[in-house]
């Protein structure tokens, strides 16, 4: 997850981790706040979510069915 620590991107932390636990998937789920890195990783707009290296979102919270196709897809 990228991102701050604005509400956002709390939001999108707080969804993540749900989701993970509804799917029953364990995952290391890390956290990057410095405006540098997140430019690094090819995201503009926060918060933003990249699952395996892939961006999945930027500049918004996704929908918790949205978030379970994408870590689905990546298992």
């Known amino acids: 997850m990228l991102g701050s620590g604005c ?3 709390k ?12 799917l029953g998937v364990e995952a290391s789920v890390e956290k990057v706040e410095g405006p ?5 990783l090819g995201v503009l707009t926060t918060p933003g979510l990249i699952i395996n ?4 979102s ?3 919270v996704p929908k918790n069915e949205d978030i379970a196709k994408w870590i689905k897809e990546e298992i």
């Open 7 to 9: 509400k956002n991107c």
């Open 58 to 60: 930027t500049g918004r």
């Open 36 to 40: 540098g890195q997140i430019v690094e």
């Open 11 to 22: 939001d999108l932390e707080v969804a993540v981790r749900k989701t993970l636990e509804d």
């Open 53 to 56: 290296g892939k961006i999945k």
